[in-house]
């Protein structure tokens, strides 16, 4: 019995051991705005949508497509830069809720909505709506040293359907990013929140 006990007891304590070994969980961060952190423009309804009701404006047609990063960009991990040696670190721990191009998509698409009162027809298939200011953007850069700074060169396009024309642009960041991780996001946030203003601008800027 004394030796059964004892055995027991060693193998508690090896679990117990193997178990505060264990890694912790990873966070994950996201880069859309949560909701009611920020005041969005209404968004206009299509007459056609309601019965009986007074016409309204005809709301602004986008198209956001996925964002282009660098592949080194391209991973479930934040990767951030120590300014001091270049030594790039991928940060296991802090991870993106969803694929990086999609989560600057998804910010750009939530900012946009709210800056022009748009709809976002990504993936929709409204074919018959127009015009249509189809967005492309690609990450030229993305850097972020922790508790430092978070710097950003962002190449963006907007194109009208159905007649072409188009408008190019590039907003270009440097932000301080206190803190640790926590502030890296929250300087990208407001990375993303310069882009759309910028790329808004450039919409209004083709509007009929």
């Known amino acids: 019995m004394m030796r059964t006990a004892i055995k027991l007891a060693a193998i508690a304590l090896a679990g117990a051991a193997l178990h505060g070994c264990a890694s912790p969980e990873p966070r994950y961060y996201t880069l859309a705005r949560a909701p009611g952190t920020a005041a969005s423009a209404p968004v206009a309804t299509p007459a056609s949508a309601t019965s009986g009701a007074p016409t309204q404006a005809q709301p602004v047609w986008i198209e956001v497509a996925p ?6 960009l391209n991973r479930a ?17 802090s991870r993106w809720s969803a694929p990086l191009p999609d989560e600057l998509r998804d910010a750009l698409s939530q900012q946009l909505q709210g800056n022009l009162g748009a709809v976002d027809i990504y993936q929709q298939g409204l074919s018959e709506v127009h015009p249509v200011f189809r967005v492309t953007t690609e990450v030229v850069r993305l850097e972020a040293d922790p508790g430092q700074r978070a710097a950003a060169s962002i190449a963006w396009t907007v194109r009208r359907l159905p007649d072409g024309k188009v408008l190019t642009g590039r907003t270009e960041a440097d932000l301080p990013a206190p803190g640790q991780v926590d502030g890296v996001v929250g300087a990208y946030r407001q990375i993303v929140v310069m882009t759309a203003a910028d790329i808004a601008a450039g919409v209004q800027t083709l509007r009929p």
Do not use: I
């Open 67 to 72: 964002v282009r990063v660098p592949e080194r």
């Open 77 to 93: 991990q934040l990767v951030v830069t120590d300014a001091s040696t270049g030594v790039v670190r991928l940060l296991d721990q």
